[in-house]
């Protein structure tokens, strides 16, 4: 086909500060690309920010952000949460759900008419729609809207929800898919078949940083070495076994590292273990970077992930990488970059830090690894000729 001139993308979410969480994150760069490629770009989004309630707290409307014009619809307040809770939570457990419970699920999940008016009204004068992530009723009625110019930004997991009849369906028409990762691109086609081979495998593009590895240690007065954490905390993204394995780590070997987090959520963690923890929540980039560049290790414990942009922030600042074996995604990041280590269970855990601890040249040979790779492989002229390839195919 032509070059695509004028591309909606689609997200649940956006921001046009913070950053409120990796998916909406993606689109939203993946977006901004397209605009610096001259394109004419629509961001169609809701009016909500919180991904717990889904309350409309922005004004629908049209606005400017970086050269993109950002549509907010409101989402719909009719939803039977009740409903949506009961058949999630079966889905959840990989217990069998009917169709019509599935169709329930996606009808009272996060939705909006609005946007889906928007889209049967003008989605004819766009060339593409490209809309992420799965999960969401919103994006699953909006992409089979126009099916047949829309990309799919799937982040797909492992996960009961990617086993849906609904997401067979969802799969199956849309015109092609944008990847994180080889690994969720080879899932997709296992799960889907080779529809899924209609995909370029993309990935979201970093700019290279420097951070004084001092600098954060040096503000919060902490001489202790310590590792880090970032993003939401949660059960999902392994939160809850860093803390469970840090105060273990410490109690078994007597050494004093500490244990920093940034991002937003609760942090649950004895009160034997709060002396030696440092919640900075919500910074700047370059606090961020600082921390990452800081730490002996950044710990990445998430099972759940088609991109790990955090690990990729962590590796640029030169500091290895310790995920969970069972993360298919972020241990192949490891294995391609050379960046880290990861572990299947405590015992694993204690010896690869234990490693990182003792022995700084490896752990900078590591970091400088991870540094290459993400130069290499996620700079932003190398994303960007994958991304158009796609977007233009």
Not at 15 to 37: F, M, N, P, W
Not at 230 to 255: H, N, S
Not at 269 to 278: N, T
Not at 314 to 324: C, F, I, K, S
Request: aromatic letters at 10%; hydrophobic letters at 40%; a negative charge.
């Amino acid at each position: 086909m032509p070059r695509a001139e004028r591309i909606a993308f689609i997200a649940p979410r956006f921001s046009e500060q913070a950053t409120i969480g990796g998916a909406e994150t993606l689109l939203k760069q993946l977006a901004l690309r397209a605009v610096r490629d001259g394109r004419e770009v629509h961001f169609l989004t809701t009016c909500a920010s919180d991904h717990f309630t889904w309350a409309n707290d922005r004004a629908p409307g049209t606005s400017s952000v970086d050269g993109l014009h950002v549509h907010c619809f409101p989402v719909d307040e009719d939803r039977d949460l009740e409903t949506f809770l009961r058949v999630q939570q079966s889905i959840s457990r990989d217990v069998p759900v009917t169709a019509d419970e599935e169709e329930a699920w996606m009808q009272n999940n996060v939705n909006s008419q609005a946007l889906y008016q928007h889209l049967r009204a003008e989605g004819g004068q766009y060339d593409r729609i490209v809309a992420g992530p799965y999960l969401f009723g919103l994006i699953y009625y909006a992409a089979l809207i126009h099916p047949n110019k829309t990309l799919l930004v799937p982040c797909l997991h492992d996960e009961p929800f990617a086993r849906l009849k609904t997401m067979q369906r969802l799969f199956g028409e849309v015109s092609g898919f944008l990847f994180n990762t080889e690994p969720e691109q080879e899932l997709a086609i296992r799960q889907f078949g080779d529809v899924a081979r209609k995909g370029q495998v993309v990935g979201m593009g970093l700019e290279s940083f420097e951070a004084d590895p001092n600098a954060f240690a040096q503000r919060i007065g902490m001489e202790a070495p310590y590792v880090m954490y970032a993003g939401r905390r949660e059960p999902l993204k392994g939160t809850p076994l860093i803390v469970d394995y840090m105060q273990a780590f410490r109690d078994r070997t007597g050494q004093d590292i500490r244990l920093v987090f940034t991002g937003s959520g609760p942090i649950d963690a004895p009160d034997s273990l709060w002396p030696y923890i440092h919640d900075a929540g919500f910074v700047s980039e370059q606090v961020k970077r600082e921390a990452m560049a800081g730490a002996l290790a950044f710990m990445h414990p998430s099972v759940n992930e088609s991109l790990g942009i955090v690990l990729l922030e962590a590796w640029l600042a030169r500091t290895p990488a310790l995920v969970h074996a069972n993360g298919a995604v972020l241990r192949w990041q490891c294995k391609q970059s050379g960046g880290g280590v990861w572990f299947r269970h405590y015992p694993d855990f204690e010896l690869s830090l234990q490693w990182l601890i003792d022995q700084p040249d490896l752990r900078r040979r590591l970091g400088e690894a991870g540094r290459s790779y993400v130069e290499k492989v996620y700079s932003w002229p190398a994303v960007d000729q994958r991304l158009f390839a796609q977007l233009d195919a």
